[in-house]
């Protein structure tokens, strides 16, 4: 059976030149029946994985990007633990050299696609890193230019996930943030974030998503009083990014980086001021949770969050996230007296901010409220 499949991946190669899209349908499909096999350190010892290997490193060149992310899909259970490293040392060399052009857009990113499928999936099997070190250096250099060049928006994006996948391996991550690697890796996130249009919006957003997300992780785990200021300014950019995306996936580190990462008091600004000209209710609903997650680990918050919130929650969308928000500050304004200064600002007295909850409460519990809101009550109580 295995002879049968790989001499009809062999002619389906051969023949999948020619512009028939249902060659390239059956060269799919291979693939995806290849991704499906058990993996090469379970399988039969009579069984050669090699040929197969060859066969998804020669897709990985194709002009089809579903054929190219199939063929890493692929090669995931054809690699066993002890040739690994081989492997990624074979992806390693077929990288572009430094200073060249890049001859073949397609094959650079069927490499960075099969390199970061091996890192995600088998990672634990890596004995040694250097060759993981060895290939993100090679990789930044063919993908990011230092000469000014037009980088390319597919390539480039691959990258910064792959070394997102890899910075899961401690190892890995102690081995590369110390050293030089790191500013350029987030040198290359910025430049991505920063680049102008080259594709269509949503590639572009997907791989400003992935940018954030990598400087945000860069930035967290250089730990101490820099790693702090880092993340805190870092936030704080994000959180004004012309893409929704980013903002989004700034908003949702804040909930999930510790406490200790950035300066809470500085980040519960920037996201208080994002809230008040923010248009997506989406992101608008996660910067509410946000602001909830900090009221409720000490954060005070300001007496302009008030007003502010009575009049969103309204907004049936974001009524839930707004209550739940407003639950939070009831804790500190049932405890404090509400100064003058704080009336000029706009903050109602305590006793009127609890009628106005009351009354929220008592209209979204009811029964004829829906059962997301009625949930919405129950955390606002808590």
Known sequence: ???????????????????????????????????????????????????????AFRCGASRFMKEREMAAQALIPLVSSERLSIVLERLTHALPA??????????????????????????????????????????????????????????????????????RCSTIATQMLPAELLSRVAAAARTTLRAPPQCSPVMRSFHEQHAASLCLKLATALGGKIGEETTTTLLESLLEHDSYEVRLAAIKSVAVLPRSAYDTAAVFVALLKALQVETYHRCTQHLM????????????????????LQSRATESALRVPALVLLGRCMGHALGSTCTDASKADGCAPPEAQLSFFLDALRKDASPAAYVTHRFGAAQAVH
């Open 98 to 167: 430094a200073g060249k052009p890049i001859a073949d857009y397609n094959a650079l990113h069927g490499n960075l696609l099969q390199m970061r499928m091996l890192l995600k999936r088998r990672i634990v099997g890596l004995t040694h890193t250097e060759p993981v070190r060895t290939y993100v250096e090679r990789a930044l250099a063919a993908c990011f230019p230092t000469d000014g060049a037009r980088h390319c928006f597919a390539t480039s994006g691959t990258l910064l996930r792959l070394i997102a996948a890899s910075l």
């Open 289 to 308: 949770s946000a602001l909830a997650g900090l009221v409720g680990h000490g954060t005070v918050p300001p007496p302009s969050l008030w007003p502010l």
């Open 1 to 55: 059976a295995y002879a049968l499949l790989r001499r009809t991946i062999t002619f389906l190669l051969q023949s999948s030149k020619t512009e028939d899209d249902a060659l390239h349908s059956a060269v799919f499909a291979a693939l995806a029946l290849l991704s499906r096999l058990q993996p090469a350190d379970q399988a039969d010892a009579d069984v050669d994985p090699a040929p197969f290997v060859e066969l």
